[in-house]
């Protein structure tokens, strides 16, 4: 059973037009990681959360930290020109923040961060201050039971 520490947030910095199929070709050809995806959940534009692998299983989506996290992507976070940009759906941002919460009561003890919030990460990802949304972010209860 792995220790979970943290749940980490993550874009595919991708176009939000690019399919599951292109981002699992890029990790088995450019990657070389084979069948493992870098993250264990991807959320499409349309906020359906697609499980990619297991939770008990360790994927590659932060580097010397995976044996202790659950990563989760939204398909994103790049512009046209390859720019970082927190380009996420509505409905993206609210599977998200469902999905973190529910993640969050199953590892109470794992921080939530934001894959550029590790030490020694020169990336953007995920285009957005997770810590800074989590805490200004209302979901929308419409229509809610």
């Known amino acids: 059973m792995r220790i979970i520490n943290f749940i980490v947030v993550h874009c595919t910095a991708t176009p939000p037009t690019a ?25 499409h534009r349309d906020g359906e959360i697609e499980q ?8 590659y989506g932060a ?22 940009i927190d ?5 993206q941002k609210h599977s998200m923040f469902d999905k973190l919460m ?3 009561e199953k590892y109470p ?7 550029r919030d590790f030490p020694n990460v020169a990336k953007a990802c995920p285009s957005f201050d997770v810590r800074e949304w989590l805490r200004n972010y209302e979901p ?3 229509g809610a039971a």
């Open 109 to 115: 003890q794992a921080k939530i961060l934001g894959h």
């Open 140 to 142: 929308d209860l419409k």
């Open 63 to 84: 580097y010397g930290h995976n044996p202790e996290c659950v990563h989760i992507s939204y398909i994103g976070g790049i512009d046209k020109d390859g720019k970082p």
């Open 19 to 43: 399919t599951v199929e292109a981002i699992k070709k890029y990790w088995k050809e450019v990657k070389k990681w084979g069948d493992t995806p870098g993250y264990h959940y991807l959320i």
């Open 87 to 91: 380009n996420r759906t509505s409905a």
């Open 52 to 59: 990619l692998l297991d939770e008990s299983r360790m994927s």
């Open 102 to 104: 529910e993640l969050s």
